[in-house]
């Protein structure tokens, strides 16, 4: 009986995760077309249908994991419950998928290397979506207007930290422990130091101020 060949989509995953593992043991400049069609168990004909190069699977290796990190984002963002520890979920999340697909991020981030590499506009759309994403939850959150220079910067220091930890696999767990802790206390102490100096903070503070102060003339009366 005959079997069907896999749909295009069917393959062409094959052929991301085939290239995940083979860049845990060699850098991309060694990965070949007939390397990965091996490795995926298929031809090569049917790989270059899948690809036209190795360059196009890079970018949708880079592609498939940016969707990943901004699903995860939006999971937490979306959260309605806002636990206290939602912010330590999103930088422990962050560091933990550093450290783990660490091979796939350093292949990314030489790409971005390269002249006239892609790659660049792909992360700036990551992060585009990453701080539009921020915002709305900012806005939605804090009643105050969102400062996208600083939703920007916070999102940065993100992908800085998670390229930090895949450039440097030599860190120890405790190590990676304590990036996780000094990331969230900058995001968090940032957050509350704009909302302490907004419009709406400062409008709240007087409020309180003069009930206190009636309080005071009332109990002294």
Same mark, same amino acid.
């Given at each position: 009986?005959?079997?069907?060949?896999?749909?295009?989509?069917?393959?062409?995953?094959?052929?991301?995760?085939?290239?995940?593992?083979?860049?845990?043991?060699?850098?991309?400049?060694?990965?070949?077309?007939?390397?990965?069609?091996?490795?995926?168990?298929?031809?090569?004909?049917?790989?270059?249908?899948?690809?036209?190069?190795?360059?196009?699977?890079?970018?949708?290796?880079?592609?498939?994991?940016?969707?990943?990190?901004?699903?995860?984002?939006?999971?937490?963002?979306?959260?309605?419950?806002?636990?206290?520890?939602?912010?330590?979920?999103?930088?422990?999340?962050?560091?933990?998928?550093?450290?783990?697909?660490?091979?796939?991020?350093?292949?990314?981030?030489?790409?971005?290397?390269?002249?006239?590499?892609?790659?660049?506009?792909?992360?700036?759309? =990551?992060?585009?979506?990453? /701080?539009?994403?921020?915002?709305?939850?900012?806005? *939605? $959150?804090?009643?105050? !207007? +969102?400062?996208? @220079?600083?939703?920007?910067?916070?999102?940065?220091?993100?992908?800085?930290?998670?390229?930090?930890?895949?450039?440097?696999?030599?860190?120890?767990?405790?190590?990676?422990?304590?990036?996780? =802790?000094?990331?969230?206390? /900058?995001?968090?102490?940032?957050?509350?130091?704009? *909302? $302490?100096?907004?419009? !709406? +903070?400062?409008? @709240?503070?007087?409020?309180?101020?003069?009930?206190?102060?009636?309080?005071?003339?009332?109990?002294?009366?």
């Amino acid at each position: 009986m005959h079997t069907p060949r896999p749909g295009i989509d069917v393959q062409r995953e094959r052929v991301l995760d085939a290239l995940e593992r083979l860049l845990e043991h060699r850098g991309m400049e060694e990965v070949k077309a007939t390397m990965l069609a091996d490795e995926a168990g298929m031809s090569r004909a049917t790989f270059y249908r899948a690809y036209p190069s190795v360059e196009a699977l890079l970018e949708a290796c880079y592609a498939r994991f940016s969707e990943r990190v901004t699903r995860r984002l939006a999971a937490f963002l979306s959260d309605e419950e806002q636990s206290a520890e939602w912010l330590s979920g999103i930088v422990n999340a962050v560091v933990d998928d550093a450290a783990r697909t660490r091979h796939v991020l350093v292949a990314m981030f030489r790409e971005e290397l390269r002249p006239g590499a892609t790659a660049r506009g792909s992360r700036h759309q =990551r992060l585009e979506t990453q /701080v539009d994403m921020l915002g709305e939850w900012w806005v *939605r $959150s804090t009643g105050t !207007a +969102s400062d996208r @220079s600083v939703i920007y910067t916070l999102a940065l220091l993100l992908q800085i930290v998670g390229v930090h930890v895949a450039l440097h696999p030599e860190f120890l767990p405790s190590q990676r422990d304590d990036l996780k =802790r000094a990331s969230s206390f /900058v995001i968090r102490a940032t957050i509350d130091a704009y *909302r $302490s100096a907004s419009p !709406a +903070s400062a409008t @709240s503070g007087t409020k309180s101020a003069k009930a206190a102060k009636a309080a005071e003339s009332a109990q002294a009366k």
